[in-house]
Every structure is written in C-alpha cells, then in structure tokens.
Nanobody, 127 residues
Framework: EVQLQASGGGLVQAGGSLRLSCQAS????????YGWFRQAPGKEREGISC????????YYADSVKGRFTIASDNAKKTVYLQINSLKPEDTAVFYC????????????????????WGQGTLVTVSS
C-alpha cells in the first residue's frame, strides 16, 4: 500500500509557474503508475497526466499539453507536476494518485484505474 502527500500549491498570478510535488511512502515506489488530477470549483475531477515509475512513459490530456510536465525522482519517491503559463481557469485542487498497474500507457488518467489518492493541494491563479 502506498500513501501520497501532495504539496506545492498556492496563489500565483496568471502567467506564472508552479511545481507541485507528490511524495510517496509506505511501499515500493517502482510498482505504480502515478497520475495527477485536478478538480475546479463546481466541476468534475479531471485527469491531467500520468507517468510510469518503471519506464518513465508519460501521458498528457489534450487540455494541458504544452504547459504541464510530469516527472519523477524515483530515489526521492516523488512525482512532480510543473505547470507553466498558468491561467485563471487552472484554479483547482490538484490531486496525485497511484495505480497498481505500472503502465501509464494502459491506465492513462481514467479515475477508476487509480486506487490510492493524496489529499490534494490548492492552486489559485489570479488574473
């Protein structure tokens, strides 16, 4: 079983950047696919990106391609989400999650494929 702790959110002006972190603990880091999701006020939770901890394979939803970059540091058991050129519509609670299927290509960012979830970190983008 893996526990996840997301951090790095905050208040930022439009056009700025943030790097979110997801610290994993409690299990072997390499056994999972890690994903990032976000939930804007009043909206459904949206899958953003995932990364396979074993191969480094990544996937991005079309809505975030070009501005979001996912990466992992296996030695630190941490997954990162770099967000550039932030827009007010990026305001959301960002969640990291882990799937026991160690293939991002298979699980992509389908919520039902992820069993373990962190508590979320709030990103607020001001205009």
């Amino acid at each position: 079983e893996v526990q996840l702790q997301a951090s790095g959110g905050g208040l930022v002006q439009a056009g700025g950047s943030l790097r979110l972190s997801c610290q994993a603990s409690g299990s072997t880091f390499d056994d999972y696919t890690y994903g990032w999701f976000r939930q804007a006020p009043g909206k459904e939770r949206e899958g953003i990106s995932c990364i396979s901890s074993t191969t480094g394979t990544t996937y991005y939803a079309d809505s975030v391609k070009g501005r979001f970059t996912i990466a992992s540091d296996n030695a630190k058991k941490t997954v990162y989400l770099q967000i550039n050129s932030l827009k007010p519509e990026d305001t959301a609670v960002f969640y990291c999650a882990a799937s026991v299927v160690p293939s991002c290509t298979l699980v992509r960012v389908q919520r039902s494929n992820y069993y373990y979830w962190g508590q979320g970190t709030l990103v607020t983008v001001s205009s």
